[in-house]
């Protein structure tokens, strides 16, 4: 890796990837308190940019709190690319970054539709998954900018079938396709089965990949750690699905939404994009450690010159 690392660009990014959980952690609650059409004005809040608080009654809060952690994440975002565009010689990060700006207004505009379509045609699933993508992107440019991303690695070998990669992109893709029914049930768009059976699916491709990994890769530190938190988060995951699903059937009654069954969906939902975010970082702990298929030839080929 010939980029220099800077510290400080670094710890900027970790800062949006915490801020960005904090706007999981908002949008959820959102949810999870029936508060989405509390402010049936968009982008201002009921006529202005910022209420006053006494304003906010209710669900208010929750729905103008959520909106105003996006706009910081609008500024946030926005100031990294300007950053990684200063400071970063890599011209694909610089437009990472710009991807990442561009999502975040996408998202922005996502969740302005949600409100004038009265959260209609499938509007909140969309925009509650568009949310992990932008999750995973910031993401990605924390661990592109990290010290760990730019030095040199020893590199490791791959012969089976399939290749590690495929089985890591294969883990993230059918984990962000759980995220997917997970919104659609939690915004009643479809029953729980398909949701269940998508918990059972990932159970089976997470525990493919986590064996994968310590098989073929068990002297790896950095592999080694990610099978473990691998098998950690989706455990914690599931149990929190089926304690988040069972607080939804014990207070089904009450009036209101309860607050062990809100805090429970709202972790089973946080922890949920922090599994994809996850399988997404596997996938490119697998790249920076393994060459993939041409990468092999060409040093192979490399060789056979010299």
Known sequence: MTSTYNPGVHRY????????????????????????????????????WVPALSALQGGDFFEFSHRFIA??????????????LVKDSRAWLRWLGVIAVLGVVVQAILGGQVVIRLLHYWLPVIHACFAQIVFAAVLGIAVFTSKWWISERPQLEDHRTPSIHFLAIFNAVVIYFQVILGAAFRHKEIPIWPHAAGALVVLGVVTWTAVALRK????????????????????????????AYWSRLTTADAPQPMPVMVWLTVIHTVVGAILFAFSVLVVLLCYRLIPHGREVATAAREVTVE
């Open 13 to 48: 990014s970790v800062f949006v990837v915490c801020w960005t959980i904090l706007l999981l952690v908002a949008g959820a609650l959102v949810t999870s308190k029936d508060a989405a059409l509390s402010v049936t004005d968009w982008p201002k809040s009921h006529g202005t």
């Open 71 to 84: 706009g910081g994440l609008g500024i946030f975002t926005l100031l990294l690319a300007v950053l990684l």
């Open 216 to 243: 073929r890769f068990g002297a790896s530190r950095e592999l080694g750690k990610a099978c473990i938190l691998l098998h950690s988060i989706f455990g914690a995951q599931f149990l929190l699905g089926l304690l």
